[in-house]
Nanobody, 114 residues
């Protein structure tokens, strides 16, 4: 059974840091491009960062230089290190396979106060 379990969110002040983790099961993790998505209240879900099976990485412009995506294929886990957080980063964060999304997990709430 496919499972995506996100963790690591929380409430931080602007300028703070958080590290998100996403543990996966039920997929051949090492063969998949994985991504972190976020959905802010009243907005569509957007892909924030993704990492291919061989480590090629993409970020949206608004997080470049602040967020770092990484993966550990031995643990079937993808991470998102978020530094210099801004109030506009407030959202529920999800991980998923980028091509052909899997059933979504519950996400993890990130709230950045000003």
């Amino acid at each position: 059974q496919v499972q995506l379990v996100e963790s690591g969110g929380g409430l931080v002040q602007a300028g703070g840091s958080l590290r998100l983790s996403c543990a996966t099961s039920g997929i051949i993790f090492g063969m998949n491009r994985m991504g972190w998505y976020r959905q802010a209240p009243g907005k569509q879900r957007e892909l924030v960062a993704d990492i291919s099976s061989v480590g090629r990485i993409n970020y949206i412009d608004s997080v470049k230089g602040r967020f770092t995506i990484s993966r550990d294929n031995t643990k079937s886990t993808v991470y998102l290190q978020m530094n210099s957080l801004k109030p506009e980063d407030t959202a529920v964060y999800y991980c998923n396979r980028v091509i052909s999304n899997l059933p979504w997990g519950q996400g993890t709430q990130v709230t950045v106060s000003s």
